[in-house]
């Protein structure tokens, strides 16, 4: 089935101990988005690439960074990870908006501690 | 900017119920709308979509939501829940011209009980 997948499930990182979440994506899909989510919250969109054009948002950390290295993979890096980064990191994928069955396909997530 | 609002946090219900998660949405152009429900430490599975044509969507599990133009509204409803729709259950709302920003309400906890 083609789906988005997202590695690990749980991922536990040092304070300051730079650590990078992966995303793959078998749909082909145009955009894909990275989405953080803290408990008992709303997703919060942190950035999308269009292909390879990037689109940070303005109240997006400098601290989180993101590569795509191609359609299939994007990857989310945080730097130097504080006790407040502690989330569910959430990647999806979608088409262009217009586009056939438009729709956003969400990953399982990655749940990152910091200790 | 577009922006959503769910105002009830939680929803307690007795099993085989009925329910009405409710939303309301806020933009000054034309919008798709979707509704996501998460399971705990799980991603989130769409429920169903609102992009255009029927106002009245459905999903295979039961649910269904009508949008209304006029009151800015695309509440959730099922006419008898189950335990295992105990969940979190967001509304999102995009707009139809493109951003690629699909913002999403504070969610509402639907729980189910016996």
């Known amino acids: 089935d083609a789906m988005v997948i997202q590695n690990p499930r749980y991922q536990v990182t040092q304070f300051g101990k730079p650590v990078t979440l992966s995303c793959s994506q078998t749909?082909?899909?145009?955009?894909m988005y990275w989405y953080q989510q803290k408990s008992s919250q709303a997703p919060k969109l942190l950035f999308h690439?269009?292909?390879?054009?990037?689109?940070n948002e303005a109240d997006t950390p400098d601290n989180f960074q993101s590569r795509r290295p191609n359609t299939s993979f994007c990857f989310l890096d945080i730097r130097s990870p504080g006790l407040g980064d502690a989330a569910m990191y959430l990647c999806?994928?979608?088409?262009?908006?217009?586009?056939?069955?438009?729709?956003?396909?969400f990953g399982s997530g990655t749940r990152l501690t910091v200790v | 900017a577009q922006s959503v609002t769910q105002l009830d946090s939680q929803v307690p219900v007795f099993e085989e119920a009925p329910v009405e998660l409710r939303c309301n949405y806020s933009?000054?152009?034309?919008?798709?709308l979707f509704w996501y429900v998460q399971y705990p430490n799980q991603g989130l599975q769409l429920l169903l979509k609102?992009?255009?044509?029927?106002?009245l969507v459905e999903s295979i599990n039961g649910f269904e939501a009508e949008f209304n133009k006029s009151q800015t509204s695309f509440h959730l409803r099922k006419p008898s829940v189950h335990i295992s729709d105990t969940a979190e259950y967001f509304c999102?709302?995009?707009?139809?011209?493109?951003?690629?920003?699909?913002?999403f309400g504070t969610g509402t906890q639907l729980k189910v009980e016996l």
């Open positions: 933009s000054s152009v034309s919008v798709y």
């Open positions: 690439y269009y292909d390879k054009d990037f689109n």
């Open positions: 609102y992009l255009s044509g029927s106002t």
């Open positions: 749909l082909n899909h145009n955009v």
């Open positions: 999102a709302v995009t707009t139809t011209g493109g951003g690629n920003k699909l913002t």
């Open positions: 999806a994928t979608s088409r262009p908006p217009g586009a056939g069955n438009y729709g956003y396909t």
